[in-house]
């Protein structure tokens, strides 16, 4: 039997720590809600702000897929595994319309910071949950053009095959992510397999999926749905998980 539940944004957690501002639409550090622990695999959606010339320490991970999706600014990222340092062929900077993708296997330790002296990053940070534990660290980024995105869903993030496919990040998890940029009348539909989980996040701008008005940091979970159908956008911008039960 099919389910649909709104989150509206307002529902989400929230914390202020002068130099970072995070909204959390999972239990994550302080915030916990026992109804709000993730959705399939899916474990962390945070909406992070952090503030000039300041950031993460060099903190660590372990079995969890790290995608980082910056949405203005610039998110400077350095690693364990040599991701960031000077003359590294990963520079580790991340900037609009990249998807970084850190699987953290057996352990990594990484920081991230934003150098800017007058500009603030916001970025998403999501943590999906690996259906393989113990793998070794690796490290991804990509650029995903406006082009890709505009009108329709392109595809990020997905298991190996289909992540080269698709010139998507490569996670070791049963789940896909889509972005997509919806505005007038631009529409999308989205078949889900049987049985399949889905999650949709309004990054921002107000958008409809499947008759449901969303408007920015409002997100929809849904259950055995055959389809997604996005229309109405005004300046949209949306991330679509579609996650094994």
């Known amino acids: 039997m099919s389910q649909t539940q709104l989150i509206r944004s307002c529902d989400r957690g929230y914390a202020d720590h002068g130099w970072l ?12 809600d026992p109804s709000r622990m993730g959705f399939g695999a899916l474990r962390v ?3 992070d702000r952090i503030a000039p010339g300041t950031g993460f320490g060099t903190h660590g991970h372990r079995d969890m897929e790290i995608i980082s999706y910056v949405l203005d600014g610039e998110l400077a990222h350095r690693d364990s595994m040599g991701n960031g340092d000077a003359g590294a062929a990963n520079a580790g900077v991340i900037r609009p319309g990249d998807v970084q993708r850190m699987s953290a296997g057996t352990g990594v330790l990484h920081s991230e910071f934003n150098h800017a ?19 070794a660290p690796g490290y991804e980024q990509k650029h995903i053009e406006v082009q890709r995105k505009r009108g329709r869903l392109a595809l990020i ?11 998507a990040v490569m996670i070791h998890a049963n789940a896909r992510v889509y972005a997509g940029l919806f505005d007038g009348a631009e529409t999308e539909t989205l078949p889900l397999p049987a049985g399949r989980l889905a999650y949709v996040h309004l990054i921002r701008g107000k958008l409809s999926v ?3 008005r969303l408007a920015s940091g409002d997100a929809l979970q849904l259950q055995d749905v055959a389809q997604l159908q996005l229309a109405e ?6 991330l679509v998980f579609d996650l094994a039960p």
Do not use: M
């Not at 993030?157 to 010139?167: I, T, V, Y």
């Not at 956008?233 to 949306?238: H, I, K, P, R």
């Open 21 to 32: 501002k995070s909204f959390h639409s999972f239990s994550f550090a302080d915030y916990y």
């Open 45 to 47: 959606i945070n909406e």
């Open 117 to 135: 002296k007058d500009r603030a990053t916001h970025f998403l940070q999501i943590w999906i949950q690996p259906n393989q534990r113990g793998v």
């Open 157 to 167: 993030a997905a298991p190996a095959g289909e992540a080269s496919a698709a010139d």
């Open 210 to 212: 499947n008759g449901q």
């Open 233 to 238: 956008g005004e300046d949209a911008e949306v």
